[in-house]
């Protein structure tokens, strides 16, 4: 929305990204939405919560994404109506758009458990060399 593109330009993305959940989570609650742009616009405001290590955060607006998009491929071959919004081509690209934030997501989570867990190990070395310097 306006608003969350008028954060965006003060560089206050923490801001457009509360301001993003809230409007997402509203619309989802009030049923008054577009599916495939609620889907994207879910799997973006992911995409800022890998970048602060939220993961969890990540994790819940991309199975959010996945859920709606899912739910509208769904009804979309089931139907008999050809609903010219939601076009076969417009759904399979906008799921291989969450898709390639899911990726994102992974790859992010496994380079900074690496970080994380190479952190430890270093810290346990550190530790345990101190403490063997200690007892000479």
Same mark, same amino acid.
Request: one cysteine or more; aromatic letters at 10%.
């Given at each position: 929305s306006g608003i969350n593109a008028e954060y965006g330009v003060r560089g206050d993305n923490k801001q457009a990204a509360a301001h993003c959940h809230i409007t997402l989570q509203r619309q989802l609650e009030a049923e008054d939405f577009d599916p495939?742009?609620?889907?994207?616009?879910? !799997?973006?405001? &992911? @995409?800022?919560?890998?970048?602060? =290590? =939220?993961?969890? +955060?990540?994790?819940?607006?991309? !199975?959010? !994404?996945?859920?709606?998009?899912? =739910? $509208?491929? @769904? +009804? &979309?071959? =089931?139907?008999?109506?050809?609903?010219?919004?939601?076009?076969n081509e417009k759904i $399979?690209?906008?799921?291989?758009?969450?898709?390639?934030?899911?990726?994102?997501f992974c790859v992010n989570l496994l380079k900074d458990s690496v970080a994380d867990l190479e952190a430890s190990d270093l810290s346990d070395k550190s530790f345990k060399n101190n403490r063997n310097e200690e007892h000479v």
């Open positions: 495939l742009d609620w889907g994207l616009n879910c !799997a973006t405001l &992911s @995409q800022y919560y890998v970048t602060m =290590n =939220n993961y969890q +955060s990540a994790r819940h607006t991309l !199975a959010c !994404a996945s859920s709606v998009i899912s =739910n $509208v491929q @769904q +009804s &979309s071959e =089931n139907s008999s109506y050809s609903d010219e919004s939601y076009d $399979v690209k906008t799921r291989a758009d969450i898709e390639r934030c899911w990726i994102k």
